[in-house]
């Protein structure tokens, strides 16, 4: 069973910057593929970045390209999300998500990931 558990969320100025951590366990097969999702109050959830194993391959939503770079390192089985230009819109909780479906192409992630963590609130005031 993948277990995910993130931190780094808190409270932050609008244009400053935050960096997201999070911890995978469990069957690395079912980790070739991590990602990020959030969901802000009263919305759907939805796509953040995702970044394949070798870290060869990410994908951002359009939202947030030139601003969030998504990084992992296997040997510590983590990946974090560096959140710079933050604007009041980024807020929302950000979970930590991870798939062993598609190692490759990280487009079918865009609806979702098999397992996701607790997630870390991220506020940004303006």
């Known amino acids: 069973q993948v277990q995910l558990v993130e931190s780094g969320g808190g409270l932050v100025q609008a244009g400053g910057s935050l960096r997201l951590s999070c911890k995978a366990s469990?069957?690395?097969?079912?980790?070739?593929?991590l990602g990020w999702f959030r969901q802000a109050p009263g919305k759907e959830r939805e796509f953040v970045a995702a970044?394949?194993?070798?870290?060869?391959?990410?994908d951002y939503a359009d939202s947030v390209k030139g601003r969030f770079t998504i990084s992992r390192d296997n040997a510590k089985n983590t990946v974090d999300l560096e959140m710079n230009s933050l604007k009041p819109e980024d807020t929302a909780v950000y979970y930590c998500?991870?798939?062993?479906?598609?190692?490759?192409?990280?487009?079918?992630?865009?609806?979702?990931?098999?397992?996701r963590g607790k997630g870390t609130l991220v506020t940004v005031s303006s």
């Open positions: 998500a991870a798939d062993g479906r598609y190692c490759r192409d990280l487009s079918p992630y865009y609806y979702g990931m098999s397992y």
């Open positions: 469990g069957p690395t097969i079912s980790t070739c593929a």
């Open positions: 970044i394949t194993r070798s870290g060869g391959n990410t």
